[in-house]
Nanobody, 123 residues
Framework: QVQLVESGGGLVQAGGSLRLSCAAS????????MGWFRQAPGKERQRVAA????????HYADSVKGRFTISRDNAKNTVYLQMNTLKPEDTAVYYC????????????????WGQGTQVTVSS
């Protein structure tokens, strides 16, 4: 069992930055692939970024490549999402999630989800 708690969301102007954190409970955090997803009103949930259990492999949605960076600190049971050059279209609720499957898998492979944190980017 893994419990996930996101933090770091908020309101920011276009071009600004935010850093999301996701703190995980449990002693097996380092064995899970971690992902960040987002969902905007009226839209489907989208995978934003994912990172392998070791942190050695990452994957990004095309829409965030070069602007977002996912990282993890297994000693702190935490995964991060650094978001730079934010755009209004990045506005969404952001969720972190955990899976024992590959970092290339989509949302249906993730077993554990946080409650989400709102990110709002004003133009």
């Amino acid at each position: 069992q893994v419990q996930l708690v996101e933090s770091g969301g908020g309101l920011v102007q276009a071009g600004g930055s935010l850093r999301l954190s996701c703190a995980a409970s449990g002693r097996t955090f380092s064995t899970y692939t971690m992902g960040w997803f987002r969902q905007a009103p009226g839209k489907e949930r989208q995978r934003v970024a994912a990172i392998s259990w070791s942190g050695g492999m990452t994957h990004y949605a095309d829409s965030v490549k070069g602007r977002f960076t996912i990282s993890r600190d297994n000693a702190k049971n935490t995964v991060y999402l650094q978001m730079n050059t934010l755009k209004p279209e990045d506005t969404a609720v952001y969720y972190c999630a955990a899976t024992r499957y590959s970092y290339l898998r989509d949302a249906d492979a993730y077993d554990y989800w946080g409650q989400g944190t709102q990110v709002t980017v004003s133009s």
